[in-house]
């Protein structure tokens, strides 16, 4: 059994990102990497631009100017300033070549045909200069940058339309187990909703991964191995639920070695989600995820979300982990790391009720999970706690 700072490195130590790209559409690339750098083909701003509504002077030593017109934004308007001249101005419009100060107009006096300032200001002031943000020719956005959406506001404002991308991962979910039915038919005596499916596929859509696929399977061994070797040639990503256990019918982990998927771990230090495995066959990724949804889906925020990203280029972009004030007492049993379920409102963190990994109900409202180390004791009020920051909307 390996711990979680292990069982971290290992996943981001054997994922690289995919070397195939796609030309997409830049509003529709929020979450991709560029695959390439992005270069500029123009200058930004593309002439030199007011940054103010106020007016445009040809500066000399006197405190009172011409005025002898107007340049609105979107104007294509050149009117040429001699030494004392001024022209009206507003934010974003080109400024004159033959000006070169904006003054803004709360701090001039208009009295017909002149202006009076209070203070010559200085070169330059109130101009964004040509090619402030990026040069033409100069590299825009690098390779490997996340496509937030500032990253797509500021392609665009370069006219760029499509670009280059990691491709993202095909993802299958795989579901095993007897017990499970779906939603809107009865339950029978025995049986239970199966849940991991639209969990999972909802946290991947969260993170905004598309290609998703699912699956399920009976306890059975057989059954197990063919839709396995299936869903493995198929997709880059395979996520189990259940039946990676100790039980006498849990048969994935026999499925995924007879398959020679290789073992990058199997069971990590922690609570919940010990019976985790993480395998690669060639460049396939399969995670089998414990089937008690608490600990599938604490297992998917630690593990695989870290998994994709990184596989999707995206590397610089981890879990968000900060320090908060715990509002609660937490008795730690056992000297396994605990991921334990949580609200977080700034600067606090409330640890909820109900921590058993197949539990769901107080994790349905809680936004964070608070992470105690395998060194780390029991908490008490007012302690100071580090807090994971889930991506849930
Ligand atoms: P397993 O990991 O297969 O031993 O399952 C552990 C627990 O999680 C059992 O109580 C299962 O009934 C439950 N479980 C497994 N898979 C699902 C699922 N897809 N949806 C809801 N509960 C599940
Ligand atoms: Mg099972």
Redesign the pocket.
């Known amino acids: 059994m390996i711990s979680v700072a292990q069982a971290i490195k290992t996943v981001q130590n054997n994922i690289e990102p995919t070397d195939s790209f796609e030309l997409i559409e830049v509003s529709k690339a929020t979450g991709y990497a560029l695959f390439k750098d992005v270069v500029s083909k123009i200058n930004m701003p593309p002439f030199r631009q007011s940054a103010m509504d106020g007016y445009a002077l040809c500066l000399n030593d006197e405190l009172v100017y011409q005025l002898i017109g107007e340049v609105k934004a979107g104007d294509n308007a050149h009117p040429i300033l001699k030494k004392g001249d001024a022209v009206r101005i507003f934010t974003g419009a080109p400024v004159p070549d033959t000006a070169n100060a904006i003054i803004m107009q709360e701090r001039v006096n208009v009295n017909n045909s002149t202006i009076t300032i209070e203070e010559t200001p200085s070169v330059n002031t109130n101009i964004r200069p040509l090619g402030e943000q990026v040069v033409k020719g100069q590299i825009a956005l690098a390779k490997g940058t996340t496509l937030t959406p500032a990253a797509i506001g500021y392609l665009t404002t370069l006219g760029i339309e499509k670009i280059e991308v990691h491709k993202k991962p095909s993802i299958a979910i795989l579901?095993?187990?007897n017990?499970?039915v779906e939603a809107g038919s009865d339950l029978k005596y025995g049986q239970?909703?199966?849940?991991?499916?639209a969990?999972l596929t909802s946290a991947l859509t969260t993170l905004g991964f598309q290609q998703i696929t699912n699956y399920k399977v009976a306890?059975n061994y057989q059954d197990t191995l063919k839709v396995l070797e299936n869903i493995i040639s198929k997709h880059d990503v395979i996520l189990v639920?259940?039946?990676?256990?100790v039980?006498d019918y849990?048969f994935v982990g026999k499925a995924l070695k007879e398959l020679e998927v290789k073992e990058l771990f199997y069971k990590v230090k922690q609570k919940p989600g010990k019976?985790l495995f993480f395998g690669k066959k060639e460049d396939k990724v399969i995670f089998a995820l414990?089937?008690?949804?608490g600990a599938?889906l604490t297992c998917f925020y630690i593990y695989v979300q870290l998994a994709l990203q990184k596989l999707s280029g995206n590397l610089n972009f981890s879990t968000t982990r900060i320090k908060a004030k715990s509002e609660s007492n937490f008795i730690k049993k056992g000297d396994r790391a605990q991921f334990l379920k949580a609200i977080y409102k700034m600067p606090n963190v409330e640890i909820l009720e109900g921590q058993n990994s197949?539990m769901l109900h107080t994790f349905a409202s809680g936004n964070a999970l608070v992470y105690l180390s395998e060194e780390k004791g029991s908490i008490n009020i007012n302690d100071e706690v580090e807090v994971i920051l889930l991506p849930i909307i």
Request: proline residues 11%; glycine residues 18%.
């Open positions: 579901v095993t187990g017990e499970l239970i909703y199966e849940s991991n499916a969990m306890d639920s259940g039946g990676i256990s039980g849990d019976p414990p089937g008690n949804p599938a197949s």
